[in-house]
């Protein structure tokens, strides 16, 4: 592949990847929206995908996360564990509880559902103070497995992705076919024009365009054009 060729092809995809990345965060915040509204009207929060022929290809659901325990007080926090636990307190020009002794907390503190943690070695249960539990919002989760990405990939082939296909890439109307000496004689002329490319794009490359005669020719191609 000539440099020309590989510039555009980078030129294409980049454009095809960005109407592809935009369109994508248009139709995953639907998704979520139209999740949302189906749990609050249904309680559905799980829906299966299918192609237009009504082949399955994969599922779609709103993942509601447990809530996590979060320091949210952090004097409170660290008061605690100095007076408790100073051991695991490292002081610097700050006093802070050390990120080990937290994660370990607040881990423990997720599994048991409320901001208490008894410590295993005295099995006195503490009231953590700056610390509370957190819920998370709710995402979607697209599930598709290898034979739903095989079936979406024969479906673009064929084009028979129908609505799925994102406007600003799909794919033109099919061209009137065409006799096959029209077809051949269109073969030929696209095998003349990139041989004359290669000698053009070889000349350029050889410093044509210090030719005496450059300038003149520009005038000639403007002239004709």
């Given at each position: 592949?000539?440099?020309?060729?590989?510039?555009?092809?980078?030129?294409?995809?980049?454009?095809?990847?960005?109407?592809?990345?935009?369109?994508?965060?248009?139709?995953?915040?639907?998704?979520?929206?139209?999740?949302?509204?189906?749990?609050?009207?249904?309680?559905?929060?799980?829906?299966?995908?299918?192609?237009n022929e009504?082949?399955d290809i994969?599922?779609?659901?709103?993942?509601?996360?447990?809530?996590?325990?979060?320091?949210?007080?952090?004097?409170?926090?660290?008061?605690?564990?100095?007076?408790?636990?100073?051991?695991?307190?490292?002081?610097?020009?700050?006093?802070?509880?050390?990120?080990?002794?937290?994660?370990?907390?607040?881990?423990?503190?997720?599994?048991?559902?409320?901001?208490?943690?008894?410590?295993?070695?005295?099995?006195?249960?503490?009231?953590?103070?700056?610390?509370?539990?957190?819920?998370?919002?709710?995402?979607?989760?697209?599930?598709?497995?290898?034979?739903?990405?095989?079936?979406?990939?024969?479906?673009?082939?064929?084009n028979r992705?129908?609505?799925?296909?994102?406007?600003?890439?799909?794919?033109?109307?099919?061209?009137?076919?065409?006799?096959?000496?029209?077809?051949?004689?269109?073969?030929?002329?696209?095998?003349?024009?990139?041989?004359?490319?290669?000698?053009?794009?070889?000349?350029?490359?050889?410093?044509?365009?210090?030719?005496?005669?450059?300038?003149?020719?520009?005038?000639?191609?403007?002239?004709?054009?």
């Open positions: 592949m000539s440099l020309k060729d590989t510039a555009r092809a980078v030129a294409v995809l980049s454009t095809l990847h960005s109407a592809i990345a935009d369109q994508l965060k248009t139709a995953k915040r639907e998704l979520e929206d139209g999740l949302r509204a189906a749990k609050a009207e249904t309680g559905t929060q799980k829906i299966a995908i299918t192609l009504g082949q994969g599922t779609a659901s709103l993942v509601q996360p447990k809530a996590t325990a979060a320091v949210t007080d952090p004097d409170a926090f660290t008061a605690w564990v100095v007076e408790n636990y100073s051991g695991e307190i490292t002081r610097r020009f700050v006093t802070e509880v050390k990120p080990g002794f937290q994660k370990k907390l607040l881990d423990q503190i997720t599994a048991a559902g409320v901001a208490e943690w008894a410590d295993p070695e005295t099995g006195v249960i503490h009231e953590v103070p700056g610390v509370t539990m957190q819920g998370r919002s709710a995402y979607t989760r697209l599930t598709v497995p290898d034979a739903g990405k095989e079936a979406i990939a024969a479906a673009w082939r064929e992705l129908g609505a799925a296909m994102p406007p600003a890439i799909a794919p033109a109307p099919a061209a009137v076919e065409s006799s096959d000496d029209e077809t051949e004689k269109l073969r030929q002329r696209i095998a003349e024009l990139e041989e004359r490319d290669a000698w053009l794009s070889a000349l350029e490359a050889a410093g044509v365009d210090n030719w005496e005669g450059w300038d003149t020719a520009r005038e000639i191609a403007g002239e004709a054009s």
